[in-house]
């Protein structure tokens, strides 16, 4: 089961390309495909394929004994986020069923191209059909090989030899390299933030292999075509790798995190029940997900979701023909069940429409109690806000709640010319500024502390190069969960902005420091982890809140948009083995309240008696 990652993230990429029709009354009328060799005529008004009236269906390609389908075909607006694209989205749906939506394999080539070419970064997909079997390959950068992906719509099953070497993104340094921002310039040169080989480690995952028919979902040949459900495309490609969903209201198709967050696009559709094929198909995929990416399972002590539905009273609700009641399952599993803080409910399916329904699950709750007598004690030293960066004595503290970024490219922190133009609310400018002060001539500095007490997470990046910044080279570890590949990545940065990756860009030669608290999650908890195993931060406060897991943003087949912690399990190497940091680090030094976090002049009095 946990192979099925693999499959979901060519599935997106497809997607993402094709094309659609707008409206929702002409996307009603919809009509047989035509057997393969007989090309479809086309209806003026409703933009939809009609086949020949002569047309006899083709046998299915799954067995010999089931009976065609009658395939109708029908095409859609395209949104990414909240923009309509030129091209349309093509769909089809089997049988009259007209709220589960299936894609073609044979764009996926042409989507898998666009999606992974970039400058300087060539990808050759190559797609070949023998019968039932549809293979990609891709040549890999690294290894004298093809790497392939092949769907046998015979079988049910989507199988890769390396599914993290297929789906790697062009630049990344290792296969689980967590790096999104590119940070090279147009010749290859790495800038800002450059992925270095020493002290890499990479230990390739176990060959992928997801049993669709297990879950009872069925991959389609008939009349030359290859259907692939689009939700299934949605949980094994876009989710786990591009960190993004794909949805369908009826009306339009669309690809973002979270369709919810466009109601005036996604709520636009009638409400409505499921289907009784959308009820059935809607559960069984969404223990396909579940069981697939969710990277908190073996945690969780969950065997399969199935079985734990069972358990916890919620199969019935998940099948039946009510949207309301299914999604308000989800919602229970996320807060109740779940309790992750990662994984996380975001909306209500199109058919329900918004609905005032709220909960919040016990972790959540207490972080935020606990983020809120922080943020009140800190006001009464800091009344106008804290600011990013501060000297007090012979100590820089640098303060930031959440790890931003602001700048979309590696090259625009080269275009501002004094560093004390950088905003506190970009954390990689905020460090540039701060390392100008810091090293300045004849600057006091012996002490640089590093403030995550009110930090709960934010951009991957932003971390790495603060870890670099502290510690000369930053190694993050990864494990995926779906794979069990590992790797270490190691990032220097360049804090001076000089296009060098050297000595001077670090203050590794200070006393280095880092505030903690319960608050501290998800990134703000990678960067203190990271400085507890380098033996060269001292943690002060109270343990971290933990929080391994990168989050993948993920939707069930009838909308339900939500969160989940994914497959990508942020980790810490350690005598050879990998160890993940859901626990969160314990303080060198304990703070007892809040407020000693915050009098820093009582504070840079306790920190020089450290030293």
């Given at each position: 089961?946990?192979?099925?990652v693999?499959?979901?993230?060519v599935?997106a990429?497809?997607?993402?390309?094709?094309?659609?029709?707008?409206?929702?009354?002409?996307?009603?009328a919809?009509?047989?495909?035509?057997?393969?060799g007989?090309?479809?005529?086309?209806?003026?008004?409703?933009?939809?394929?009609v086949a020949?009236?002569?047309?006899e269906?083709a046998?299915?390609g799954?067995?010999?004994s089931?009976p065609?389908?009658?395939?109708?075909?029908?095409t859609?607006p395209?949104?990414?986020d909240?923009?309509?694209?030129?091209?349309?989205?093509?769909l089809?749906?089997?049988?009259?069923?007209?709220?589960?939506?299936?894609?073609?394999?044979n764009?996926?080539?042409?989507?898998?191209?666009?999606?992974?070419?970039k400058?300087?970064?060539?990808?050759d997909?190559k797609?070949?059909?023998?019968?039932?079997?549809?293979?990609?390959t891709?040549p890999?950068?690294?290894?004298d090989?093809?790497l392939?992906?092949?769907?046998d719509?015979?079988?049910?099953?989507i199988?890769?030899?390396?599914?993290?070497?297929?789906?790697m993104?062009?630049?990344?340094?290792t296969?689980?390299?967590?790096?999104?921002?590119?940070t090279?310039?147009?010749?290859?040169?790495?800038?800002?933030?450059?992925k270095?080989?020493t002290?890499?480690?990479?230990?390739?995952?176990?060959?992928?292999?997801?049993n669709?028919g297990?879950?009872g979902?069925d991959?389609?040949?008939q009349?030359?075509k290859?259907?692939?459900?689009?939700?299934t495309v949605?949980?094994?490609?876009?989710s786990?790798v591009?960190?993004e969903s794909?949805?369908?209201?009826g009306?339009?198709?669309?690809v973002?995190?979270?369709?919810?967050?466009l109601p005036?696009?996604?709520?636009?559709?009638?409400?409505?029940?499921?289907s009784e094929?959308?009820?059935?198909f809607?559960?069984?995929?969404?223990?396909l997900?579940?069981?697939?990416?969710?990277?908190?399972?073996d945690?969780?002590?969950?065997?399969s979701?199935?079985?734990?539905?069972?358990?916890?009273g919620f199969?019935?609700?998940?099948?039946?023909?009510?949207?309301?009641?299914?999604?308000?399952?989800?919602?229970?599993l996320?807060?109740?069940?779940?309790?992750?803080i990662?994984s996380?409910?975001?909306?209500?399916?199109?058919l329900?429409?918004?609905i005032?329904?709220?909960?919040?699950?016990?972790?959540?709750?207490?972080?935020g109690k606990?983020?809120k007598?922080?943020?009140?004690?800190?006001?009464?030293?800091?009344p106008?806000?804290?600011?990013?960066?501060?000297?007090?004595?012979?100590?820089?503290?640098i303060?930031?709640?959440?790890f931003?970024?602001?700048?979309?490219?590696?090259?625009?922190?080269?275009?501002?010319?004094?560093p004390?133009?950088f905003?506190d609310?970009?954390t990689?400018?905020?460090?540039?500024?701060a390392h100008s002060q810091?090293?300045?001539?004849?600057?006091p500095?012996?002490?640089?502390?590093?403030?995550?007490s009110?930090?709960?997470?934010?951009?991957s990046?932003?971390?790495?190069?603060?870890m670099?910044?502290f510690l000369?080279?930053?190694?993050?570890g990864?494990?995926?969960?779906?794979?069990?590949?590992?790797?270490s990545?190691?990032y220097?940065?360049d804090?001076?902005?000089?296009?060098?990756?050297?000595?001077?860009?670090?203050?590794?030669?200070?006393?280095?420091?880092?505030?903690?608290s319960?608050?501290?999650?998800s990134?703000?908890n990678?960067?203190?982890c990271?400085?507890?195993?380098?033996?060269v931060?001292?943690?002060?406060g109270r343990?971290?809140?933990?929080?391994?897991?990168i989050?993948?943003?993920?939707?069930?087949?009838?909308?339900?948009?939500?969160?989940?912690?994914?497959?990508?399990?942020?980790?810490?190497?350690?005598?050879?083995s990998?160890?993940?940091?859901?626990?969160?680090?314990e303080?060198?030094?304990?703070?007892t309240?809040?407020?000693?976090?915050?009098?820093r002049?009582?504070?840079?009095k306790?920190?020089?008696?450290?030293?």
């Open positions: 089961m946990k192979k099925l693999s499959l979901i993230l599935m990429m497809i997607l993402s390309m094709t094309a659609c029709s707008s409206s929702r009354a002409g996307a009603g919809a009509t047989e495909v035509p057997p393969a007989e090309k479809a005529t086309e209806n003026a008004e409703t933009k939809e394929a020949p009236e002569s047309a269906p046998e299915t799954n067995t010999a089931d065609a389908h009658k395939i109708t075909v029908k859609f395209l949104y990414f909240d923009k309509k694209m030129n091209e349309e989205q093509t089809y749906f089997l049988d009259g069923v007209a709220d589960l939506p299936y894609i073609e394999a764009d996926w080539l042409t989507l898998l191209r666009l999606i992974y070419e400058p300087g970064f060539p990808v997909f797609m070949s059909a023998d019968g039932s079997v549809v293979t990609y891709r890999s950068d690294r290894y090989v093809d392939p992906m092949t769907m719509f015979d079988k049910d099953v199988s890769f030899q390396d599914y993290n070497l297929f789906v993104k062009p630049g990344q340094s296969v689980l390299d967590l790096i999104g921002m590119n090279y310039d147009e010749s290859g040169n790495p800038i800002l933030l450059k270095v080989d002290g890499v480690f990479e230990r390739l995952g176990d060959a992928l292999e997801i669709l297990d879950y979902i991959l389609i040949q009349d030359g290859y259907l692939i459900p689009l939700q949605a949980d094994l490609i876009a786990p591009w960190l794909i949805y369908f209201n009306q339009c198709v669309i973002t995190e979270n369709a919810t967050d005036d696009i996604y709520y636009a559709a009638p409400t409505g029940e499921r094929a959308l009820a059935e809607g559960y069984n995929e969404l223990c997900l579940l069981d697939t990416v969710y990277g908190l399972k945690d969780h002590h969950i065997e979701f199935d079985q734990f539905f069972k358990e916890v199969k019935d609700a998940l099948k039946g023909n009510s949207a309301e009641d299914a999604d308000k399952a989800i919602y229970r996320i807060t109740d069940y779940m309790d992750d990662h996380l409910w975001r909306g209500f399916s199109y329900t429409g918004p005032d329904y709220t909960a919040t699950s016990p972790s959540r709750e207490r972080l606990t983020k007598r922080m943020e009140e004690t800190r006001a009464k030293y800091y106008d806000g804290i600011p990013g960066y501060e000297e007090v004595g012979n100590t820089a503290y303060t930031f709640d959440d931003a970024l602001t700048m979309a490219k590696a090259e625009d922190f080269y275009k501002v010319e004094d004390m133009d905003p609310n970009d990689i400018g905020l460090i540039i500024k810091i090293t300045r001539e004849g600057s500095i012996e002490n640089v502390v590093i403030d995550l009110d930090n709960t997470g934010g951009v990046d932003t971390a790495a190069f603060t670099a910044w000369g080279e930053a190694s993050i990864m494990r995926d969960t779906m794979t069990g590949a590992t790797c990545s190691v220097r940065c804090a001076n902005r000089d296009g060098q990756f050297d000595e001077k860009d670090t203050v590794s030669d200070k006393n280095l420091y880092c505030l903690i319960p608050v501290s999650f990134c703000g990678l960067v203190p990271m400085f507890k195993e380098s033996g931060v001292t943690l002060i343990p971290s809140a933990g929080g391994a897991c989050v993948e943003h993920a939707s069930s087949a009838w909308g339900t948009a939500f969160r989940l912690s994914g497959t990508h399990q942020l980790s810490f190497m350690k005598n050879g990998f160890y993940d940091i859901d626990r969160g680090a303080p060198d030094f304990v703070l309240n809040p407020d000693k976090y915050y009098d002049q009582a504070l840079t306790y920190i020089n008696s450290l030293n």
